[in-house]
Nanobody, 124 residues
Framework: QVQVQESGGGSVQAGQSLRLSCAIS????????MGWFRQTPGKEGEGVSC????????YYSYSVKGRFTISRDNAKNTLYLEMISLKHEDTATYYC?????????????????WGQGTLLTVSA
C-alpha cells in the first residue's frame, strides 16, 4: 500500500518563499514520475508540476512557471517543491503523488490514493 506524507505547508505573506516535501513509501520511488497537485475548495484541482523518474524532464502549469521548482531525491524517496514569490492565488492544499506520465503532451494522473496533503495559506 502506497503511503504519502506531505509536509512544509504553512501561513506566509505574499512574496515569501516556502519548500514543500513529500515522503512516499510502498512503491519503488525511483521508477516513477512524480507530481504535485493542489486543491482549493470550490475549484477544480490543478496539476501544478511533475518530474520524470530521472529528473530529465519537468513540467509546470502556467500559473506557477518561473516561481516553483520541482526536484527529487531518489535516495531519500522524497519529492520537493520550492516556491518563491508566493501569491494569494497559491493558497491551496498541496498533494503529491506518483503519476502515470510526466510529459509535455499528456496530463499527469496519480496512480494511487491521495495523502492528507499540506495546507499553504498565502496572505495578500
Amino acid at each position: 500500500q502506497v503511503q504519502v506524507q506531505e509536509s512544509g505547508g504553512g501561513s506566509v505573506q505574499a512574496g515569501q518563499s516556502l519548500r514543500l516535501s513529500c515522503a512516499i513509501s510502498g512503491l519503488t520511488f525511483e521508477n516513477h514520475a512524480m507530481g504535485w497537485f493542489r486543491q482549493t475548495p470550490g475549484k477544480e484541482g490543478e496539476g501544478v508540476s511533475c518530474i520524470t523518474w530521472n529528473a530529465g524532464f519537468t513540467y509546470y502549469s502556467y500559473s506557477v512557471k518561473g516561481r516553483f521548482t520541482i526536484s527529487r531525491d531518489n535516495a531519500k524517496n522524497t519529492l520537493y517543491l520550492e516556491m518563491i514569490s508566493l501569491k494569494h492565488e497559491d493558497t491551496a492544499t498541496y498533494y503529491c503523488a506518483a503519476v502515470d506520465y510526466c510529459s509535455p503532451t499528456r496530463t499527469q494522473n496519480p496512480i494511487h490514493s491521495w495523502g492528507q496533503g499540506t495546507l499553504l495559506t498565502v496572505s495578500a
